[in-house]
């Protein structure tokens, strides 16, 4: 069964948040004064996660991202990871994480069935660092991504939000990463998530970024796979590794767009940055799988040819990326 939106895009991946906690408060994430956490009663349970996602791939998901929050403050994670990943018909289960557990947790990842890591990761540097951030050890997430080597996680995926004056000048130290490392570093444009003024002189275009490295590197283009994110890919001459570019913003990928998200309550949605979406739990508590699943194909159907954040005027409302798993 295949999951074709109006629009004529294939919907074959699910991005499952399964916690709005988080260890870090990342300044494009959060407002400084954090947010209000959900209580234990308003997340779904493993059991309702593992039923949602069972109904997913019924409906044609191929490839579900485990994200949070922090997916790995979550108790029982890899447990949950484990049954998630033997589900007939899945082909590929990744997982988001900021690095900060991963030291303790890459082995009983991998063992669980986890196919690919994709880490966080916004500056090199330890002051830079912990001011995006806001206190966390750059130390431990480096521990994390070796551990992660040595479990046998690979390629691994670096994700860099570019900020202007803030890691902008650490762009060239990220592309070289992929030098000697088979590492993946995608440079991601900074999105008005919290619709906090004066973003744009923040964003970096992705066509910026790509010119910046490529004085530096001789790049060559890549083809993505088709369960792929929405990165444009290339290689350095010669590179172990890959280079991604993200524009959300300035080149925004809707039309190659293949996925839906679960957030952490269960609320089903289309499109990160569209309001539309419908709450999962009553399904759930009615025990009627017929309804959750024609709930999926109409969330399918909904979804929006684009987003607008990008546009002046237009609406949008402050985007949680801690409960919709970003």
Same mark, same amino acid.
């Given at each position: 069964?295949? @999951?074709?939106?109006?629009? !004529?895009?294939?919907?074959?991946?699910?991005?499952?948040?399964?916690?709005?906690?988080? $260890?870090?408060?990342?300044?494009?994430?959060?407002? /400084?004064?954090?947010?209000?956490?959900?209580?234990?009663?308003?997340?779904?349970?493993?059991?309702? +996660?593992?039923? %949602?996602?069972?109904?997913?791939?019924?409906?044609?998901?191929?490839?579900?991202?485990?994200? *949070?929050?922090?997916?790995?403050?979550?108790?029982? +994670?890899?447990?949950? @990871?484990?049954?998630?990943?033997?589900?007939?018909?899945?082909?590929?289960?990744?997982?988001?994480?900021?690095?900060?557990?991963?030291?303790?947790?890459?082995?009983?990842?991998?063992?669980?069935?986890?196919?690919?890591? $994709?880490?966080?990761?916004?500056?090199l540097q330890p002051e830079t660092f912990a001011r995006i951030t806001r206190g966390a050890d750059l130390n431990r997430v480096l521990a994390g991504i070796e551990a992660a080597e040595q479990?046998?996680?690979?390629?691994?995926?670096?994700?860099? %939000?570019?900020?202007?004056?803030?890691?902008?000048?650490?762009?060239?130290?990220?592309? /070289?990463?992929?030098?000697?490392?088979?590492?993946? %570093?995608?440079?991601?444009?900074?999105?008005?998530?919290?619709?906090?003024? *004066?973003? !744009?002189?923040?964003?970096?275009? !992705?066509?910026?970024?790509?010119?910046?490295?490529?004085?530096?590197?001789?790049?060559?283009?890549?083809?993505s796979s088709e369960m792929a994110g929405p990165a444009r890919n290339y290689k350095i001459q010669g590179a172990s590794g890959a280079i991604g570019i993200i524009t959300p913003v300035s080149?925004?990928?809707?039309?190659?767009?293949?996925?839906?998200?679960?957030? /952490?309550?269960?609320?089903?949605? *289309?499109? +990160?940055?569209?309001d539309q979406g419908t709450e999962l739990k009553p399904l759930l508590a009615s025990g009627d799988p017929e309804a959750l699943e024609q709930t999926l194909r109409r969330i399918v159907t909904?979804?929006? *040819?684009?987003?607008?954040?990008?546009?002046?005027?237009?609406?949008?409302?402050? %985007?949680?990326?801690?409960?919709?798993?970003?």
């Open positions: 069964m295949a @999951l074709i939106d109006t629009y !004529g895009r294939r919907i074959n991946y699910l991005r499952l948040s399964v916690t709005d906690r988080c $260890n870090m408060r990342c300044c494009y994430c959060m407002p /400084a004064q954090g947010v209000a956490k959900l209580e234990h009663k308003e997340m779904l349970s493993y059991e309702e +996660l593992y039923r %949602v996602s069972a109904a997913c791939v019924a409906q044609g998901i191929e490839k579900i991202r485990v994200t *949070g929050g922090e997916p790995l403050v979550r108790r029982g +994670l890899v447990d949950f @990871l484990g049954r998630l990943s033997a589900l007939p018909g899945l082909k590929e289960l990744v997982l988001t994480t900021n690095g900060l557990l991963l030291e303790e947790l890459a082995r009983p990842l991998k063992e669980a069935g986890v196919a690919r890591l $994709n880490i966080s990761l916004d500056s479990a046998g996680f690979g390629p691994l995926k670096i994700n860099m %939000v570019v900020m202007r004056g803030v890691n902008d000048q650490e762009i060239l130290d990220f592309a /070289a990463l992929t030098l000697e490392k088979p590492f993946t %570093v995608r440079f991601i444009e900074y999105m008005p998530t919290l619709k906090d003024e *004066g973003w !744009g002189a923040q964003s970096m275009p !992705g066509s910026e970024i790509l010119a910046a490295i490529g004085e530096r590197y001789p790049l060559l283009p890549l083809v080149g925004h990928f809707c039309e190659s767009c293949n996925r839906i998200r679960i957030t /952490a309550t269960g609320r089903v949605r *289309g499109c +990160l940055f569209s909904q979804k929006p *040819g684009r987003h607008h954040i990008a546009e002046e005027g237009a609406e949008q409302s402050v %985007v949680n990326m801690s409960r919709i798993g970003g």
